[in-house]
Structure formats: C-alpha cells, structure tokens
C-alpha cells in the first residue's frame, strides 16, 4: 500500500497531500474517487501510532459513512451509547448519543487503506518545504528529491513547521497537551468518562472503553503559556489515578498496559492564520480544529478536508484559480464555534459555575440539549457560558 520514493513515476500529480491522518486520507478518497492524480504523502510506516483520546463523535461517525468505510470501522471498533461528564465538585450526567472507539494505529491505517483502494497513490516521504511555482506546488524532500504537483494540501496535525514556513500559521506552538496510556482490567465500563474534576484543574481527564476489558485514559490541559505544563500533566494523571473513583476500580482490577505517551495540540483555529497561498491549502488539526474543552477533532479534521476536496476538484476542473473559496468556507463552518470556545475560557475557572451547570442539566430541556452541543461539538459554549445562559437555565 506505501510506496517508496524510488518507486514513484516521474509526474505532474493533479494534488499532493503530506499527512496521512484523517484529514489528509479524506481529502485523498475523495478527489481520488473523482478522478485525480492523488498522492498522499506519510513520513511515517504505516501503521503508526498517535497519541489521541481514541474516541470518534457522531460528527466523526458521519464523515466515515459519507467517505465509505463506517462499516469497517464498526465492525474494527467498539460502540458506546453514553458519555458521562463530571463538573468539579464530582456531579455527573450523561451524554447519549453513538460513539465508537478504535486507536488510532488501526484507524488511520483503515482510512489510508480506503484512500488507497479509491485511487490514491500513498508514499513513505518527509517534505521539508513546499515552495511556489509558475503553474505548480514544488514539495521538496529530506532525500533531495522533488514532487511536482497542481495543488498541495497539507495535513500534518500539530506538527505545523512546513505550514508556518509558508506563512500558513501564525503561531507554530500548540494550544495545548494530552497524555494518554492504555489500561487493562476485568471492571466493566459501560459508558465513556470525561471529568473536569476539581483536582484535574486547569485541565480534564477521560476514561474510554474500547471493548475487551481494555481502555484509554488519559488527560489533557490548555497551555496558555504555563511552564512545565509537562511535569503538570503527569501530576494530574497519577492524582486522577489516585483519588478519582471510577478510575481507582478499574486499576483495583487492572494495570497501565503501556506508558504515558504525550503530544500537543492545535485548538485555535480562528482569523490569524491565512490557511492558503494560491495552489496550498493547509487543513485540519494544523490549522488548529480541534475542540480545546474535549480535546477531540476528528470530525471537524475530516469536515475541513472535504470542503478543501471541493474546492480542489473545482480548481483541477477549471472553474476556480486558487483556494481562497476553500479558507471562506472553513471560516463559515467553523469560525463563531471557536470563537465560541475562546470567549467561554474565562468561565471554566469558576468551578461552582460548572457544578450548578452539572446540578441543573437533568431539571432544564435547554440546558440538557445545549450542553449535548458542547460535548458534541454542534454548539456555541456560549449558549451556556453566559449570563444569559445561567438564566435561561433555570427558567427553561
């Protein structure tokens, strides 16, 4: 399925991708199954590994069946139907909806392996700079060698150094940094955990079934330019282990099953960055789409390269001259939700805000749906976070 370098015809490609992740292997599928020369460039083997919550949300779920492999990614993962949330005082109530676990080790191979059988061709190469050309993208690699391309879209996740080069984004550093490790136990979760527990603050932790006694926990927290958020994180994690009930029966009855692995990541997509440059485009977690309260972005990854797949297909047809349809479109879909986000920081200090929010939610239809938006990603927090939020949540 990868092909080395050496092994790639001597070509103008249609559109070049450098990151096989689920935004770059959507955007592969689908301009593949629309005919184009597609290549997806992966610097790492796959499969690979990558430090992630393991969790797909229903907007996740619906890309997959839009893109064709749901049924293999059900059939491959694990199915829950509730997702319990803990305020800081340690109230809960539960999110029902579908969620499907699967690491992303299996994930990503799955979803490269579908770009591959819709036509694209994928390859093992690191690009260390993509520059302009007259009528293409130059994407050179650490071999010396050169891929020519129409257009490039690059997808590398929070490893943003071939976008920033190209003035794609504004701040190169991540927003924020999760640490997770898998578990093994004979405790029975039913549902998925994320707590904002009092002893996790400034951050959150997660508890996800992924089915045969087996689990990912983790936790992760906002930098804001917080020193030693690293040795911090850790501390959360083994008081989480510790002092949080749910977790302490899972290891009463189990055992950390691989190390604490970390990795940062890009929640603030917003105005700053410029996202294209005429034949590039950058898409997903590079250019920041990734919920900051849950930590969760593979929907809105994936949702971020269809509209770039789009507009790609209008360009290598003709109709369009560059990208910039592409960046007004993100904008429209995601702007006010992270603006949203950025506006509602402030509030997640106060922890009793939290807990009358957590006390409230089963008596309130209003506060019930909008705090399943939050969690879902389909909501403006600030329908919430808001004195006006607060009101209406006691009289509706």
Known sequence: ??????????????????????????????????????????????PRDKVCGDVLLPDAIAML?????????????????????????????????????????????????????????????????????????????????????????????????TAHKLGLVADPH????????????????????LSYDRELRPGYAWIFPLGNGRYNVGCGMLLHGQPDAGRKLRTMFDRFCADFPPMQQLLANGKLISHLTGAGIRTSFGPSDLISRERICAIGETIGTTFPFT???????????????????????????????????????????????????????????NDLIARRVEKSRFLKQACRGIILGTANPNEVYSLKGIVKAFLK
């Not at 990151?19 to 770059?24: E, L, R, S, T, V």
């Not at 929907?299 to 003709?318: F, N, V």
């Not at 990208?323 to 997640?348: C, Q």
């Open 1 to 46: 399925m990868q092909l080395s370098i050496h092994q790639l015809p001597d070509q103008l490609w249609d559109i070049a991708i450098i990151g096989a992740g689920p935004a770059g292997t959507t955007a592969a599928t689908l301009l593949a199954k629309h005919g184009f020369s597609v290549l997806l460039l992966e610097r790492h083997h796959i």
């Open 65 to 161: 069946d839009k893109l064709g492999p749901l049924d293999q990614v059900r059939q491959a993962g694990h199915t829950l139907n509730s997702m319990r949330i803990y305020s800081p005082g340690r109230y809960s109530f539960d999110i029902d909806a579908e969620y499907l676990t699967l690491p992303r080790r299996q994930l990503d191979t799955l979803l490269a392996r579908h770009a591959h059988q819709s036509g694209a061709t994928i390859c093992h190469a690191t690009v260390t700079i993509v520059t302009h050309e007259s009528d293409h993208a130059a994407l050179h690699l650490d071999t010396g060698q050169l891929i020519r391309a129409r257009l490039c879209l690059i997808a590398t996740g929070s490893q943003v150094d």
């Open 174 to 193: 991540p927003d924020a940094l999760a640490m997770r490790c898998y578990l093994e136990s004979e405790s029975t979760l039913p549902h998925g955990i």
């Open 295 to 353: 930590g969760e972005g593979i929907g809105t990854a994936m949702r971020s390269a269809q509209i770039a797949a789009d507009h790609a297909a209008i360009i290598l047809s003709g109709e369009a001259p560059a990208f910039e349809p592409a960046v007004i479109s993100m904008h429209n879909s995601f702007d006010e939700l992270f603006s949203g986000y950025r506006k509602t920081e402030r509030w997640l200090k106060y922890g009793w805000v």
